[in-house]
């Protein structure tokens, strides 16, 4: 299986769709604490971004991924998703180490995210890649583990 990373706009019409994979996913797995959507929409959340990736897997939409700015120094990923037919096949790993890189270049000294623990597959590869857990540090509601990995 072919991996191709692109870069593209944040409201793409497949990272949007992906990006509501992902809600329903979280939402279907308990993965929110019970509480609801947030308000602001998803259109307006992924305008914030700074980098967006939608990976392919044989020409299909198999993930996406996303870079915001959290503070100076410090980014964060966004909405990062492999569709649960490519999850195992190294998508996650390679959007993964393409944000950090994207990052890096950015000149971000560490990288943070908050995720849930019943997203058992998301937490595992991040914790393989070197992030570490942390204080809450953005009291989403919908999350219960915050990791960080520095860059340097």
Request: glycine fraction near 10%.
């Amino acid at each position: 299986m072919e991996i191709e990373l692109r870069g593209v706009r944040p409201g793409d019409s497949d990272v949007m769709r992906l990006a509501e994979g992902l809600r329903d996913e979280v939402e279907s797995r308990g993965a929110h604490n019970g509480e609801p959507r947030p308000t602001m929409s998803l259109a307006e959340a992924v305008q914030r971004d700074c980098d967006t990736l939608l990976a392919y897997a044989d020409s299909e939409p198999a993930g996406t991924g996303a870079l915001r700015e959290l503070e100076p120094g410090i980014a964060e990923i966004k909405r990062m998703y492999v569709v649960p037919a490519y999850r195992g096949t190294g998508v996650g790993g390679r959007l993964l180490d393409e944000l950090e890189r994207r990052a890096r270049g950015r000149g971000f000294r560490a990288i943070r995210l908050d995720t849930h623990d019943r997203l058992v597959e998301a937490v595992g590869m991040y914790r393989r890649a070197g992030y570490r857990e942390i204080p809450d540090y953005n009291s989403n509601p919908r999350s219960n583990v915050w990791l960080e990995k520095p860059l340097a």
